[in-house]
Protein backbone atom coordinates (compact mmCIF):
# COMPACT_ATOMS: atom_id res chain seq x y z
CA UNK A 1 0.00 0.00 0.00
CA UNK A 2 0.92 3.24 -0.20
CA UNK A 3 1.40 5.37 3.03
CA UNK A 4 2.33 9.36 2.79
CA UNK A 5 3.87 10.40 6.58
CA UNK A 6 3.71 14.33 6.72
CA UNK A 7 6.38 15.36 9.72
CA UNK A 8 6.62 18.46 11.30
CA UNK A 9 9.25 18.64 13.12
CA UNK A 10 12.30 21.02 13.06
CA UNK A 11 15.57 18.91 14.70
CA UNK A 12 16.20 15.76 12.60
CA UNK A 13 18.07 14.53 15.62
CA UNK A 14 14.85 14.62 17.89
CA UNK A 15 12.91 11.81 19.59
CA UNK A 16 10.17 13.41 16.70
CA UNK A 17 13.09 12.56 14.04
CA UNK A 18 13.53 9.03 15.25
CA UNK A 19 10.13 8.21 15.43
CA UNK A 20 10.02 9.27 11.86
CA UNK A 21 12.49 7.21 10.21
CA UNK A 22 11.85 3.94 12.25
CA UNK A 23 8.22 4.61 10.97
CA UNK A 24 9.43 4.83 7.12
CA UNK A 25 12.14 2.05 7.54
CA UNK A 26 9.24 -0.23 9.18
CA UNK A 27 6.70 0.54 6.69
CA UNK A 28 9.17 -0.27 3.83
CA UNK A 29 10.66 -3.35 5.26
CA UNK A 30 6.88 -4.39 5.00
CA UNK A 31 6.94 -3.99 1.98
CA UNK A 32 4.69 -0.75 1.24
CA UNK A 33 5.72 2.27 -0.69
CA UNK A 34 6.66 5.16 1.61
CA UNK A 35 6.50 9.26 0.52
CA UNK A 36 7.57 11.89 3.49
CA UNK A 37 6.90 15.54 3.44
CA UNK A 38 8.98 16.52 6.05
CA UNK A 39 7.87 20.27 6.63
CA UNK A 40 10.83 21.52 8.00
CA UNK A 41 13.17 20.12 5.61
CA UNK A 42 10.83 21.20 2.54
CA UNK A 43 10.65 24.47 3.93
CA UNK A 44 7.17 24.60 3.06
CA UNK A 45 5.33 27.87 3.50
CA UNK A 46 3.20 28.37 5.78
CA UNK A 47 0.96 31.17 5.36
CA UNK A 48 -1.94 31.08 3.30
CA UNK A 49 -2.06 33.74 0.89
CA UNK A 50 -2.53 35.50 -2.35
CA UNK A 51 0.69 34.28 -3.94
CA UNK A 52 -0.77 30.45 -3.33
CA UNK A 53 -2.28 30.88 -7.32
CA UNK A 54 -0.27 31.52 -10.17
CA UNK A 55 -2.74 33.55 -12.24
CA UNK A 56 -4.28 36.43 -9.50
CA UNK A 57 -4.99 40.06 -10.75
CA UNK A 58 -2.34 42.33 -8.69
CA UNK A 59 -4.31 44.58 -6.61
CA UNK A 60 -7.51 42.48 -7.06
CA UNK A 61 -9.09 41.83 -3.26
CA UNK A 62 -7.47 38.36 -1.96
CA UNK A 63 -10.80 35.72 -1.05
CA UNK A 64 -9.05 32.96 0.78
CA UNK A 65 -11.97 30.43 -0.15
CA UNK A 66 -12.56 32.10 -3.51
CA UNK A 67 -9.30 32.15 -4.91
CA UNK A 68 -8.41 28.90 -3.76
CA UNK A 69 -11.25 27.47 -5.93
CA UNK A 70 -10.81 29.42 -8.91
CA UNK A 71 -6.29 28.10 -8.71
CA UNK A 72 -7.95 24.28 -7.71
CA UNK A 73 -10.49 24.44 -11.09
CA UNK A 74 -8.42 26.15 -13.89
CA UNK A 75 -5.16 24.28 -12.78
CA UNK A 76 -3.35 27.57 -11.34
CA UNK A 77 -2.13 26.62 -7.90
CA UNK A 78 1.34 26.81 -6.84
CA UNK A 79 3.15 24.08 -7.56
CA UNK A 80 4.10 23.22 -4.02
CA UNK A 81 0.19 22.71 -3.20
CA UNK A 82 -0.81 20.74 -6.36
CA UNK A 83 2.40 18.17 -5.39
CA UNK A 84 1.11 17.54 -2.01
CA UNK A 85 -2.54 17.44 -3.61
CA UNK A 86 -0.86 14.69 -5.89
CA UNK A 87 0.45 12.68 -2.75
CA UNK A 88 -2.74 12.42 -1.06
CA UNK A 89 -4.44 11.24 -4.40
CA UNK A 90 -1.86 8.45 -4.20
CA UNK A 91 -1.65 7.35 -0.68
CA UNK A 92 -3.83 4.58 0.99
CA UNK A 93 -2.93 5.75 4.27
CA UNK A 94 -1.60 9.28 5.80
CA UNK A 95 0.11 9.66 9.04
CA UNK A 96 0.50 13.09 10.17
CA UNK A 97 3.21 12.99 13.02
CA UNK A 98 4.12 16.61 14.93
CA UNK A 99 4.58 17.66 18.50
CA UNK A 100 1.77 18.90 20.39
CA UNK A 101 2.77 22.56 20.28
CA UNK A 102 0.32 24.61 23.10
CA UNK A 103 -2.51 21.82 22.65
CA UNK A 104 -2.71 21.63 18.52
CA UNK A 105 -0.64 20.79 15.47
CA UNK A 106 2.63 23.29 14.72
CA UNK A 107 1.87 25.80 12.78
CA UNK A 108 3.92 24.74 9.60
CA UNK A 109 1.69 21.41 9.68
CA UNK A 110 -1.43 23.95 10.06
CA UNK A 111 -0.55 25.91 7.03
CA UNK A 112 0.08 22.60 5.39
CA UNK A 113 -3.72 21.91 5.82
CA UNK A 114 -4.78 25.47 4.97
CA UNK A 115 -2.86 25.77 2.07
CA UNK A 116 -3.11 21.72 0.60
CA UNK A 117 -6.92 21.80 1.56
CA UNK A 118 -8.27 23.42 -1.09
CA UNK A 119 -11.85 24.60 -2.43
CA UNK A 120 -13.06 21.91 -4.26
CA UNK A 121 -10.34 19.42 -3.04
CA UNK A 122 -10.71 19.30 0.27
CA UNK A 123 -14.01 21.39 1.07
CA UNK A 124 -17.14 22.96 -1.13
CA UNK A 125 -17.18 19.53 -2.30
CA UNK A 126 -20.35 17.62 -3.81
CA UNK A 127 -24.19 19.03 -3.57
CA UNK A 128 -25.21 21.54 -1.70
CA UNK A 129 -28.46 21.32 -1.10
CA UNK A 130 -31.30 20.91 1.61
CA UNK A 131 -30.91 17.27 2.29
CA UNK A 132 -27.17 16.68 0.95
CA UNK A 133 -24.49 19.43 2.65
CA UNK A 134 -21.60 18.95 0.44
CA UNK A 135 -19.84 15.68 0.44
CA UNK A 136 -18.37 15.92 3.80
CA UNK A 137 -17.30 14.04 7.24
CA UNK A 138 -17.60 10.76 5.93
CA UNK A 139 -17.81 11.61 2.42
CA UNK A 140 -15.35 13.46 -0.03
CA UNK A 141 -11.83 12.88 -1.89
CA UNK A 142 -10.37 11.40 0.39
CA UNK A 143 -13.14 8.91 1.23
CA UNK A 144 -11.97 5.17 1.35
CA UNK A 145 -8.17 6.51 2.83
CA UNK A 146 -7.21 5.63 6.18
CA UNK A 147 -5.51 8.48 8.39
CA UNK A 148 -3.57 8.33 11.62
CA UNK A 149 -1.66 10.79 14.07
CA UNK A 150 1.41 10.17 16.19
CA UNK A 151 1.45 12.79 18.53
CA UNK A 152 4.50 13.70 21.08
CA UNK A 153 3.95 15.91 24.53
CA UNK A 154 6.41 16.63 26.84
CA UNK A 155 3.32 16.09 29.45
CA UNK A 156 2.05 13.56 31.52
CA UNK A 157 -0.80 11.22 30.05
CA UNK A 158 -2.70 11.96 33.08
CA UNK A 159 -2.43 15.41 32.52
CA UNK A 160 -4.52 14.43 29.29
CA UNK A 161 -6.65 12.11 30.99
CA UNK A 162 -10.72 12.18 31.32
CA UNK A 163 -10.23 14.76 34.53
CA UNK A 164 -6.53 15.80 33.72
CA UNK A 165 -5.98 19.72 33.59
CA UNK A 166 -5.27 20.18 29.68
CA UNK A 167 -8.55 17.89 29.58
CA UNK A 168 -9.07 14.85 27.61
CA UNK A 169 -6.66 14.13 24.74
CA UNK A 170 -9.24 12.77 22.40
CA UNK A 171 -11.42 16.22 22.69
CA UNK A 172 -7.96 18.06 22.26
CA UNK A 173 -7.35 16.08 19.10
CA UNK A 174 -11.52 16.12 18.27
CA UNK A 175 -11.25 19.23 15.70
CA UNK A 176 -7.82 17.72 14.09
CA UNK A 177 -9.42 14.32 13.97
CA UNK A 178 -13.34 15.63 13.26
CA UNK A 179 -12.43 18.97 11.78
CA UNK A 180 -9.50 18.35 9.01
CA UNK A 181 -9.45 14.31 8.92
CA UNK A 182 -12.84 12.88 8.96
CA UNK A 183 -14.20 15.98 7.17
CA UNK A 184 -12.25 15.26 3.71
CA UNK A 185 -13.72 11.76 3.77
CA UNK A 186 -10.76 9.60 5.77
CA UNK A 187 -11.62 6.95 8.29
CA UNK A 188 -9.37 8.30 11.18
CA UNK A 189 -7.84 5.71 13.18
CA UNK A 190 -7.16 6.13 17.08
CA UNK A 191 -3.80 8.37 17.44
CA UNK A 192 -0.59 6.78 18.37
CA UNK A 193 0.42 9.02 21.45
CA UNK A 194 4.05 9.26 23.27
CA UNK A 195 3.46 11.55 26.54
CA UNK A 196 6.46 12.63 28.37
CA UNK A 197 9.15 12.85 26.01
CA UNK A 198 12.17 13.95 28.25
CA UNK A 199 12.17 10.79 29.86
CA UNK A 200 13.21 8.73 26.94
CA UNK A 201 15.96 6.34 27.52
CA UNK A 202 17.27 3.84 24.84
CA UNK A 203 14.58 1.07 26.73
CA UNK A 204 11.72 3.37 26.55
CA UNK A 205 12.16 4.53 23.11
CA UNK A 206 12.27 0.79 22.04
CA UNK A 207 9.25 -0.10 23.93
CA UNK A 208 7.62 2.98 21.91
CA UNK A 209 9.09 1.36 18.66
CA UNK A 210 7.43 -1.89 19.04
CA UNK A 211 4.57 -0.41 20.33
CA UNK A 212 4.50 2.18 16.77
CA UNK A 213 5.24 -0.84 14.54
CA UNK A 214 2.27 -2.64 16.07
CA UNK A 215 0.60 0.46 14.84
CA UNK A 216 1.56 0.47 11.47
CA UNK A 217 0.86 -3.58 11.12
CA UNK A 218 -2.41 -2.92 11.94
CA UNK A 219 -2.86 -0.09 9.86
CA UNK A 220 -5.17 -1.80 7.48
CA UNK A 221 -6.57 -3.91 10.43
CA UNK A 222 -7.54 -1.46 13.10
CA UNK A 223 -11.48 -0.27 13.48
CA UNK A 224 -11.15 3.26 12.43
CA UNK A 225 -12.91 5.69 15.27
CA UNK A 226 -16.94 5.64 14.74
CA UNK A 227 -17.20 8.75 13.45
CA UNK A 228 -20.88 9.63 12.47
CA UNK A 229 -21.30 10.45 8.65
CA UNK A 230 -23.01 13.74 7.87
CA UNK A 231 -25.32 12.68 5.41
CA UNK A 232 -26.89 9.10 6.60
CA UNK A 233 -29.57 10.49 8.93
CA UNK A 234 -28.33 11.08 11.48
CA UNK A 235 -28.03 15.40 11.01
CA UNK A 236 -30.53 17.49 10.43
CA UNK A 237 -29.81 19.27 7.23
CA UNK A 238 -29.46 22.12 6.71
CA UNK A 239 -29.09 23.05 11.11
CA UNK A 240 -26.61 19.86 10.64
CA UNK A 241 -27.54 18.97 14.47
CA UNK A 242 -27.96 15.55 15.90
CA UNK A 243 -31.39 14.62 15.36
CA UNK A 244 -33.03 14.25 18.85
CA UNK A 245 -33.28 10.15 18.63
CA UNK A 246 -29.04 9.94 18.17
CA UNK A 247 -27.24 10.38 21.37
CA UNK A 248 -30.29 11.38 22.99
CA UNK A 249 -29.35 14.14 25.68
CA UNK A 250 -25.88 14.01 24.69
CA UNK A 251 -24.04 17.10 23.54
CA UNK A 252 -20.39 17.87 22.53
CA UNK A 253 -17.59 15.97 20.78
CA UNK A 254 -18.31 12.83 22.32
CA UNK A 255 -21.80 12.59 20.65
CA UNK A 256 -20.87 12.60 17.39
CA UNK A 257 -19.22 9.14 17.81
CA UNK A 258 -21.34 5.88 17.45
CA UNK A 259 -20.15 4.37 20.32
CA UNK A 260 -20.68 0.36 20.67
CA UNK A 261 -22.25 0.31 17.23
CA UNK B 1 -6.49 51.05 29.09
CA UNK B 2 -4.05 49.65 27.02
CA UNK B 3 -5.31 47.05 24.51
CA UNK B 4 -3.19 44.99 22.31
CA UNK B 5 -5.12 43.59 19.17
CA UNK B 6 -3.05 40.43 17.72
CA UNK B 7 -5.01 40.03 14.03
CA UNK B 8 -4.62 37.55 11.26
CA UNK B 9 -6.41 37.49 8.11
CA UNK B 10 -5.20 38.39 4.54
CA UNK B 11 -6.99 40.78 3.32
CA UNK B 12 -7.69 44.04 4.68
CA UNK B 13 -10.77 45.26 2.83
CA UNK B 14 -12.65 41.65 4.07
CA UNK B 15 -14.77 41.69 7.35
CA UNK B 16 -12.23 40.46 9.30
CA UNK B 17 -10.13 43.74 8.69
CA UNK B 18 -13.26 45.89 8.65
CA UNK B 19 -14.10 44.52 12.45
CA UNK B 20 -10.23 45.48 13.61
CA UNK B 21 -10.82 48.94 12.01
CA UNK B 22 -13.85 49.03 13.74
CA UNK B 23 -12.36 47.88 17.28
CA UNK B 24 -9.92 50.15 16.90
CA UNK B 25 -11.44 53.24 16.54
CA UNK B 26 -14.07 52.23 19.34
CA UNK B 27 -11.52 51.58 21.91
CA UNK B 28 -9.21 54.95 21.23
CA UNK B 29 -12.38 56.90 20.89
CA UNK B 30 -13.48 55.50 24.35
CA UNK B 31 -9.91 56.86 25.77
CA UNK B 32 -7.90 53.43 25.66
CA UNK B 33 -4.66 52.79 23.85
CA UNK B 34 -4.63 50.09 21.15
CA UNK B 35 -1.75 48.55 19.23
CA UNK B 36 -2.45 46.19 16.72
CA UNK B 37 -0.68 43.42 15.37
CA UNK B 38 -1.32 42.93 11.82
CA UNK B 39 0.63 39.59 11.31
CA UNK B 40 0.03 39.61 7.30
CA UNK B 41 0.95 43.19 7.32
CA UNK B 42 4.02 42.61 9.48
CA UNK B 43 5.11 39.54 7.09
CA UNK B 44 5.47 37.80 10.95
CA UNK B 45 7.51 34.58 10.65
CA UNK B 46 5.19 31.86 11.25
CA UNK B 47 7.68 28.82 11.77
CA UNK B 48 9.47 28.10 14.74
CA UNK B 49 13.26 27.05 13.89
CA UNK B 50 16.44 27.56 15.35
CA UNK B 51 16.90 30.97 13.67
CA UNK B 52 15.08 32.47 16.57
CA UNK B 53 17.97 33.08 18.78
CA UNK B 54 20.87 35.43 17.47
CA UNK B 55 23.74 33.32 19.99
CA UNK B 56 23.10 29.71 18.56
CA UNK B 57 26.38 28.15 17.53
CA UNK B 58 25.88 26.67 14.07
CA UNK B 59 25.41 22.64 13.40
CA UNK B 60 24.24 22.52 17.22
CA UNK B 61 21.37 20.24 17.69
CA UNK B 62 17.79 22.56 17.89
CA UNK B 63 15.65 21.68 21.12
CA UNK B 64 12.61 24.36 21.07
CA UNK B 65 12.35 24.26 24.75
CA UNK B 66 15.64 24.64 26.18
CA UNK B 67 16.68 26.71 23.21
CA UNK B 68 13.66 29.20 23.74
CA UNK B 69 14.46 28.97 27.47
CA UNK B 70 18.41 30.27 26.80
CA UNK B 71 17.32 33.02 24.29
CA UNK B 72 14.77 34.44 26.93
CA UNK B 73 17.47 34.33 29.77
CA UNK B 74 20.16 35.55 27.84
CA UNK B 75 18.32 38.27 25.98
CA UNK B 76 19.43 36.73 22.29
CA UNK B 77 15.53 36.33 20.85
CA UNK B 78 15.25 37.50 17.64
CA UNK B 79 14.25 40.82 17.97
CA UNK B 80 10.17 39.96 16.31
CA UNK B 81 9.85 37.81 19.41
CA UNK B 82 11.05 40.49 22.16
CA UNK B 83 9.15 42.98 20.90
CA UNK B 84 5.38 41.08 20.73
CA UNK B 85 6.61 40.04 24.26
CA UNK B 86 7.04 43.68 25.05
CA UNK B 87 3.78 44.50 23.77
CA UNK B 88 1.99 41.89 25.48
CA UNK B 89 3.97 43.08 29.26
CA UNK B 90 2.47 47.10 27.95
CA UNK B 91 -1.20 45.44 27.49
CA UNK B 92 -4.12 45.60 29.64
CA UNK B 93 -6.16 43.50 27.54
CA UNK B 94 -5.57 41.27 24.15
CA UNK B 95 -7.79 40.63 21.62
CA UNK B 96 -7.01 38.36 19.18
CA UNK B 97 -9.09 38.04 15.89
CA UNK B 98 -9.20 36.23 13.71
CA UNK B 99 -11.10 33.59 11.09
CA UNK B 100 -11.88 30.07 12.33
CA UNK B 101 -10.05 27.67 9.27
CA UNK B 102 -10.33 24.41 9.84
CA UNK B 103 -11.25 24.36 13.52
CA UNK B 104 -8.55 26.71 14.79
CA UNK B 105 -6.74 29.68 13.99
CA UNK B 106 -4.42 30.69 10.99
CA UNK B 107 -1.30 29.30 10.98
CA UNK B 108 0.66 32.60 11.30
CA UNK B 109 -1.04 33.48 14.34
CA UNK B 110 -0.32 30.22 15.84
CA UNK B 111 3.32 30.79 14.86
CA UNK B 112 2.39 33.78 16.79
CA UNK B 113 1.55 32.19 20.04
CA UNK B 114 4.54 29.47 19.18
CA UNK B 115 7.41 32.55 18.67
CA UNK B 116 6.13 34.53 21.05
CA UNK B 117 5.34 32.43 23.80
CA UNK B 118 9.04 31.72 24.93
CA UNK B 119 9.90 29.36 28.12
CA UNK B 120 10.77 31.27 30.98
CA UNK B 121 7.55 33.91 29.60
CA UNK B 122 4.63 31.79 29.04
CA UNK B 123 5.82 28.66 30.19
CA UNK B 124 8.59 27.50 32.42
CA UNK B 125 7.44 30.03 35.00
CA UNK B 126 7.47 29.29 38.54
CA UNK B 127 8.43 26.71 40.89
CA UNK B 128 8.11 23.56 39.98
CA UNK B 129 7.50 20.81 42.42
CA UNK B 130 5.44 18.06 44.05
CA UNK B 131 2.86 21.01 45.39
CA UNK B 132 3.18 23.20 42.93
CA UNK B 133 3.43 22.50 39.14
CA UNK B 134 4.71 26.21 37.49
CA UNK B 135 2.76 29.21 37.40
CA UNK B 136 -0.06 28.00 35.16
CA UNK B 137 -3.46 27.98 34.35
CA UNK B 138 -4.41 31.25 36.34
CA UNK B 139 -0.85 31.81 37.76
CA UNK B 140 2.01 33.02 35.12
CA UNK B 141 3.77 36.33 33.61
CA UNK B 142 0.10 37.42 32.22
CA UNK B 143 -1.69 37.24 35.00
CA UNK B 144 -4.02 40.18 35.83
CA UNK B 145 -4.60 40.64 32.05
CA UNK B 146 -7.83 40.19 30.45
CA UNK B 147 -8.22 38.21 26.88
CA UNK B 148 -10.55 37.62 24.24
CA UNK B 149 -11.03 36.02 20.89
CA UNK B 150 -13.32 37.51 18.19
CA UNK B 151 -13.57 34.83 15.84
CA UNK B 152 -15.60 35.01 12.43
CA UNK B 153 -16.83 31.48 10.28
CA UNK B 154 -18.63 31.11 7.52
CA UNK B 155 -20.34 27.87 9.38
CA UNK B 156 -23.88 28.91 10.93
CA UNK B 157 -24.27 29.02 14.63
CA UNK B 158 -25.99 26.01 15.06
CA UNK B 159 -23.47 23.81 13.35
CA UNK B 160 -21.53 25.02 16.59
CA UNK B 161 -24.03 24.39 19.05
CA UNK B 162 -24.64 21.97 22.36
CA UNK B 163 -25.34 19.10 19.24
CA UNK B 164 -23.65 21.16 15.95
CA UNK B 165 -21.92 18.24 13.40
CA UNK B 166 -18.72 20.37 14.43
CA UNK B 167 -18.50 19.99 18.19
CA UNK B 168 -19.99 23.03 20.37
CA UNK B 169 -17.72 26.38 20.26
CA UNK B 170 -16.91 26.78 23.00
CA UNK B 171 -15.39 23.43 22.92
CA UNK B 172 -13.66 23.81 19.59
CA UNK B 173 -11.70 26.94 21.51
CA UNK B 174 -11.03 25.36 24.51
CA UNK B 175 -7.55 24.81 23.88
CA UNK B 176 -7.08 28.42 22.53
CA UNK B 177 -9.12 30.13 25.92
CA UNK B 178 -7.65 27.74 28.21
CA UNK B 179 -4.86 26.20 26.77
CA UNK B 180 -2.86 29.20 25.23
CA UNK B 181 -5.03 32.12 27.19
CA UNK B 182 -5.46 31.15 30.64
CA UNK B 183 -1.87 28.85 31.02
CA UNK B 184 0.04 31.98 31.10
CA UNK B 185 -2.11 33.98 33.77
CA UNK B 186 -5.05 35.87 31.28
CA UNK B 187 -8.17 36.32 32.90
CA UNK B 188 -10.00 35.18 30.00
CA UNK B 189 -14.01 36.54 28.70
CA UNK B 190 -16.45 34.85 26.28
CA UNK B 191 -15.86 34.89 22.43
CA UNK B 192 -17.11 37.71 20.07
CA UNK B 193 -18.27 35.31 17.86
CA UNK B 194 -19.80 36.05 13.99
CA UNK B 195 -21.33 33.27 12.12
CA UNK B 196 -22.37 32.73 8.50
CA UNK B 197 -20.15 35.83 7.35
CA UNK B 198 -20.92 35.74 3.96
CA UNK B 199 -24.25 36.47 4.39
CA UNK B 200 -22.94 39.84 5.93
CA UNK B 201 -24.64 42.98 4.29
CA UNK B 202 -24.61 46.62 5.74
CA UNK B 203 -27.41 46.13 8.37
CA UNK B 204 -26.11 43.13 9.56
CA UNK B 205 -22.44 44.69 9.47
CA UNK B 206 -24.00 47.48 11.50
CA UNK B 207 -25.40 44.96 14.20
CA UNK B 208 -22.19 43.33 14.51
CA UNK B 209 -20.56 46.14 15.10
CA UNK B 210 -23.01 47.13 17.95
CA UNK B 211 -22.48 44.31 19.46
CA UNK B 212 -18.90 44.27 19.51
CA UNK B 213 -19.14 47.58 20.67
CA UNK B 214 -21.20 46.86 23.30
CA UNK B 215 -18.24 43.71 24.37
CA UNK B 216 -15.37 46.39 24.12
CA UNK B 217 -17.23 48.61 26.34
CA UNK B 218 -17.93 46.17 28.87
CA UNK B 219 -14.01 44.64 28.83
CA UNK B 220 -13.25 44.91 32.11
CA UNK B 221 -16.33 44.36 33.16
CA UNK B 222 -17.86 41.35 31.78
CA UNK B 223 -17.13 38.44 34.36
CA UNK B 224 -14.12 36.02 32.97
CA UNK B 225 -14.88 32.67 32.15
CA UNK B 226 -14.30 30.89 35.32
CA UNK B 227 -11.69 27.74 34.99
CA UNK B 228 -10.28 26.78 37.49
CA UNK B 229 -7.29 27.42 38.85
CA UNK B 230 -4.15 24.13 39.35
CA UNK B 231 -2.60 25.69 42.29
CA UNK B 232 -5.42 26.19 44.76
CA UNK B 233 -6.52 22.92 45.52
CA UNK B 234 -8.70 21.85 42.75
CA UNK B 235 -6.20 19.98 41.27
CA UNK B 236 -3.76 16.69 43.04
CA UNK B 237 -0.32 17.21 41.77
CA UNK B 238 1.69 16.49 39.59
CA UNK B 239 -0.93 13.88 38.41
CA UNK B 240 -2.93 17.58 37.62
CA UNK B 241 -6.02 15.62 37.75
CA UNK B 242 -9.59 16.77 39.51
CA UNK B 243 -9.39 16.04 42.98
CA UNK B 244 -12.76 13.67 43.80
CA UNK B 245 -14.74 16.16 45.18
CA UNK B 246 -14.24 18.67 42.41
CA UNK B 247 -17.09 18.11 39.88
CA UNK B 248 -17.85 14.87 40.69
CA UNK B 249 -18.44 12.43 37.92
CA UNK B 250 -17.89 14.85 36.24
CA UNK B 251 -15.21 14.64 32.99
CA UNK B 252 -13.98 16.95 30.08
CA UNK B 253 -13.60 20.21 28.75
CA UNK B 254 -16.14 21.48 30.69
CA UNK B 255 -15.32 19.90 34.41
CA UNK B 256 -12.16 22.74 34.27
CA UNK B 257 -14.92 25.31 34.63
CA UNK B 258 -16.22 26.40 37.80
CA UNK B 259 -19.94 26.80 36.76
CA UNK B 260 -22.29 28.64 39.60
CA UNK B 261 -19.38 29.28 41.53
Excluded at 105 to 120: F, S, T
Excluded at 157 to 180: A, K, T
Aim: hydrophobic residues 40%; glycine residues 10%; charged residues 25%.
Amino acid sequence: MNVLLVYAHPESSSLNGSLKNFSVKHLEDAGHKVQVSDLYAMQWKAILDADDSTDRQPGARFDPSLDSKRAFENGTQSQDIALEQDKLRWADAVILQFPLWWFSMPAILKGWVERVYAYGFAYGVGEHSDTHWGDRYGEGMLAGKRAMLVVTTGGWESHYGPRGINGPIDDILFPIQHGILYYPGFDVLPPFMVYRTSRTDEARFSKICDELGQRLDDLWKTAPIPFRPQNAGAYAIPELTLRSDIAADQYGFDAHIARGG
